[in-house]
């Protein structure tokens, strides 16, 4: 069974701060690059964040460039979303997804999903 466990989402206001975790179970992150997705009902779901195998190469989309802090701890095999400085429009269900090796932009080259998380900002 492979899969992977999103937690960290919730309530927060605007200027708030999350922190994202995506655990895998099954298969060990070491060699996979990590993905971060975001969805909201009615829209396309959106990259946000990937780091390849070893963290060698780091991307964001612009709207989260400065604000957003992709990490992975390979020992825990755990990968990481840092959410400061939170907008209203980040509101959405993060997902975690993974490939081999290295990040790609299309949706489709990410093979194993996580079931998302609720991040929501508000006042």
């Known amino acids: 069974q492979l899969q992977f466990v999103e937690s960290g989402g919730g309530l927060v206001q605007p200027g708030g701060s999350l922190r994202l975790s995506c655990a895998a179970s099954?298969?060990?992150?070491?060699?996979?690059?990590i993905g971060w997705f975001r969805q909201v009902p009615g829209k396309e779901r959106e990259g946000v964040s990937c780091?390849?195998?070893?963290?060698?190469?780091?991307n964001y989309v612009d709207s989260v460039k400065g604000r957003f802090t992709i990490s992975r701890d390979n020992a825990k095999n755990t990968v990481y979303l840092q959410m400061n400085s939170l907008k209203p429009e980040d509101t959405a269900v993060y997902y975690c997804?993974?490939?081999?090796?290295?990040?790609?932009?299309?949706?489709?080259?990410?093979?194993?999903w996580g079931q998302g998380t609720q991040v929501t900002v508000s006042s």
């Open positions: 997804a993974s490939r081999r090796y290295l990040c790609s932009d299309y949706l489709s080259d990410y093979d194993y």
């Open positions: 099954g298969f060990t992150l070491d060699y996979y690059a």
């Open positions: 780091i390849s195998m070893y963290g060698g190469s780091i």
